[in-house]
């Protein structure tokens, strides 16, 4: 049986709220930072080819599965667990997929903040000006000089932290609503002028389609399509119970079918336009589209300091994209947060103390990982290689795959129709055999080979 009562959090004033939350909880560093360069590591089409279909295959059927155990269970993922698999007589072991789950959410927060921090920095090197008419070099520098500074990352990471943790423990609905209402339109409308002005440089521009979007297979490697599978789940911040949390906030009413398209349409949209942003510029001044974690940081400036207006929107863009990775944090600790108000009788306020400030400990490493502590490898990866490793391409395809295993064969067919309350069959149908069958067998076989132990 669900329960009938609603969240000790509160619940979403309206369908659009849990709609606006869950996509600011999507969209964030994962679409405008992340995928661009993983797409250009990976070699372009192929592997974006691949990613759609992670999307819509894997990530649409689980966030699907996460909404609804979220607001059958309506407790934090943990307990929500705990309280489904009792209804359902299966083991209570599954209440520690919520475990694993809070324990990826918290590594992904401690290095999200220092990225987000760089991001804050962006916001005003690009209002003072600095990148007026920069070159491909110099933007390389500007962005190396900041990366280098383990001071500068440290101070940036700190007030990224301490913002999350203020508006965490303000609790669910209070501004998160307002602001993203706000957001999303404005980053939508200003990523389209940046895909303006990248279209501007025409053949580069051309060159930037069919990179991302002509398949060459002879590209992509089995670790390419765990990466792709691995940042599905990431970009739609899937697999460690924090749309789940989410979900335990919905109103009964709301259609998850609708919703779970509509955010997964939203985010898929944000990441292309971003890649279609920054791939001419990386043409047209002859960049590597393979350089890393500092693509946007090296690209985007480039386009602000050429175009009219382009320190006003250089820094909006900046300003937008840390409220992006700040809509995203904030649902990165509310598991956490929701499990210790409702277990420990923590006031929220101490429990995003305690989850941030261990979490900004833990994001030291990743601060050093990008200069003094450079050399501090482990598997050939630096802590922020292998912080994102982890959690990207093992925690969370994992979580997934168990998510998927116990809302397909551990919870019984009567109570997913019942909380999924599909109208149309097929459509349940559809989704039943996905998350049975098609995700499971997906899941295993990318993770496997990717991680080299299928040949
Ligand atoms: N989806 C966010 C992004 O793309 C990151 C994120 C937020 C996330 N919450 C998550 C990733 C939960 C995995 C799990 O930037």
Redesign the pocket.
């Given at each position: 049986m669900s329960r009938s009562v609603p969240s000790i959090h509160g619940q979403w004033s309206s369908r659009w709220a849990f709609i606006l939350a869950a996509t600011g909880?999507?969209?964030?560093?994962?679409?405008i930072w992340?995928f661009p360069y993983i797409a250009g590591e990976n070699g372009g089409g192929a592997f974006v080819l691949v990613y759609l279909l992670c999307i819509a295959c894997i990530g649409l059927p689980i966030m699907m599965a996460e909404v609804m155990l979220g607001r059958r269970g309506r407790q934090n993922p943990i307990n929500s667990l705990e309280t489904i698999a009792k209804d359902e007589q299966a083991s209570p072991l599954w209440k520690y997929l919520g475990w694993s789950g809070i324990a990826?959410?918290f590594i992904?927060l401690s290095y999200?903040s220092v990225i987000a921090g760089q991001a804050m920095a962006y916001i005003f090197r690009a209002f003072s000006g600095v990148f007026e008419g920069v070159t491909a070099d110099g933007a390389e520098n500007i962005y190396a000089t900041l990366k280098q500074d383990p001071e500068r990352l440290l101070a940036w990471h700190t007030l990224f932290m301490m913002i999350t943790m203020t508006v965490v423990a303000r609790g669910v609905q209070h501004g998160l609503e307002k602001t993203v209402r706000f957001l999303m339109p404005t980053l939508f409308l200003i990523l389209i002028l940046l895909v303006g002005y990248a279209a501007s440089t025409g053949e580069y521009f051309n060159q930037a389609v069919s990179f991302l979007f002509k398949p060459d297979f002879s590209q992509l490697t089995s670790e390419g399509v765990l990466i792709a599978m691995g940042h599905a789940?990431?970009?739609?911040?899937?697999?460690?119970g924090?749309i789940m949390a989410y979900g335990s906030y919905l109103p009964k009413e709301t259609s998850i079918l609708q919703v779970s398209i509509t955010i997964a349409i939203a985010d898929t949209l944000v990441a292309l336009l971003a890649g279609l942003a920054i791939f001419p510029l990386v043409f047209a001044n002859d960049m590597q589209p393979s350089s890393g974690p500092g693509l946007i940081f090296e690209t985007l400036p480039i386009a602000f300091g050429h175009i009219a207006g382009g320190e006003f929107f250089g820094g909006l863009f900046f300003t937008l994209l840390v409220f992006a990775?700040w809509t995203?944090?904030i649902?990165?600790i509310e598991p956490a947060v929701a499990w210790l108000v409702e277990n420990r009788n923590v006031s929220r306020r101490r429990a995003c103390v305690y989850i941030g400030s261990s979490a900004w400990f833990v994001g030291l490493l990743t601060v050093f990982s990008f200069n003094i502590g450079s050399e501090w490898t482990l598997f050939g990866k630096t802590a922020f290689d292998l912080f994102d490793y982890l959690t990207a391409n093992i925690m969370?395809p994992l979580g997934g795959l168990f998510i998927a295993i116990f809302a397909g064969w551990f919870m019984k067919q009567d109570s997913s129709t019942e909380e999924l309350a599909i109208t149309r069959p097929i459509f349940y149908h559809g989704w039943r055999i996905l998350i049975r069958y098609v995700t499971p067998t997906a899941v295993v076989i990318i993770f496997l080979k990717g991680i080299g132990l299928l040949g």
């Open positions: 909880s999507a969209v964030g560093l994962g679409n992340k990826a959410g992904i999200y789940f990431f970009t739609l911040s899937l697999g460690m924090a990775a995203s944090a649902s990165l969370l």
